[in-house]
T-cell receptor
Framework: QQQVKQSPQSLIVQKGGISIINCAYENTAFDYFPWYQQFPGKGPALLIAIRPDVSEKKEGRFTISFNKSAKQFSLHIMDSQPGDSATYFCAANFNAGNMLTFGGGTRLMVKP | GAGVSQTPSNKVTEKGKYVELRCDPISGHTALYWYRQSLGQGPEFLIYFQGTGAADDSGLPNDRFFAVRPEGSVSTLKIQRTERGDSAVYLC???????????FGAGSRLTVL
């Protein structure tokens, strides 16, 4: 059962543009929603995370928007840079001890 | 160490062979997770340790897969009678108990010929 669905699978953005990646989840018990960034040959690294008690969280050029009623959340990368080119994964879990469930990933390419 | 260390970084084996993959978590992290990542896919949960015991092994695909963490630190993922479908990157991650931030290693890439 795929509990976290991510789209698009791939994304090409021009330098300076906005990259938007979307995720939808099914389990209403989820209460922690992180985004991970993965470069080739490396493990995923935490980028930014949100809890459902807020609708938006911003850290530098990265923003998570969260819609609890729609069970959706998205990552916005403002002023996208070639160095942002990587694969991005959304994830979710409930209770800190449980495992993270990951989306399928979005391969982002930012063209110079 | 400073990060999660996984060895080997690459392992090529023949169908039917036994393999062991090792994970050395961040010092002090009591929770340890194994994930499997197939090409072009997101990580899939395999097993979670809290201390020495497996708190959740519901993600192990079948009884050919087994993992241990005898002293509550280093963990070994063991795969018996490997199959070509086992080819993937096996990721280990660790965190403090009760925390949400999970730190991943670079993974062990397993190729079964």
């Amino acid at each position: 059962q795929q509990q976290v669905k991510q789209s698009p699978q791939s994304l090409i953005v021009q330098k300076g543009g906005i990259s938007i990646i979307n995720c939808a989840y099914e389990n209403t018990a989820f209460d922690y929603f992180p985004w991970y960034q993965q470069f080739p040959g490396k493990g995923p690294a935490l980028l930014i995370a949100i809890r459902p008690d807020v609708s938006e969280k911003k850290e530098g050029r990265f923003t998570i928007s969260f819609n609890k009623s729609a069970k959706q959340f998205s990552l916005h990368i403002m002023d996208s840079q070639p160095g942002d080119s990587a694969t991005y994964f959304c994830a979710a879990n409930f209770n800190a001890g449980n495992m993270l469930t990951f989306g399928g990933g979005t391969r982002l390419m930012v063209k110079p | 160490g400073a990060g999660v260390s996984q060895t080997p970084s690459n392992k090529v084996t023949e169908k039917g062979k036994y393999v062991e993959l090792r994970c050395d978590p961040i010092s002090g992290h009591t929770a340890l997770y194994w994930y499997r990542q197939s090409l072009g896919q997101g990580p899939e949960f395999l097993i979670y340790f809290q201390g020495t015991g497996a708190a959740d092994d519901s993600g192990l695909p079948n009884d050919r897969f087994f993992a241990v963490r005898p002293e509550g630190s280093v963990s070994t993922l063991k795969i018996q009678r490997t199959e070509r479908g086992d080819s993937a990157v096996y990721l280990c991650a660790s965190k403090f108990s009760g925390a949400n931030v999970l730190t991943f290693g670079a993974g062990s890439r397993l190729t079964v010929l």
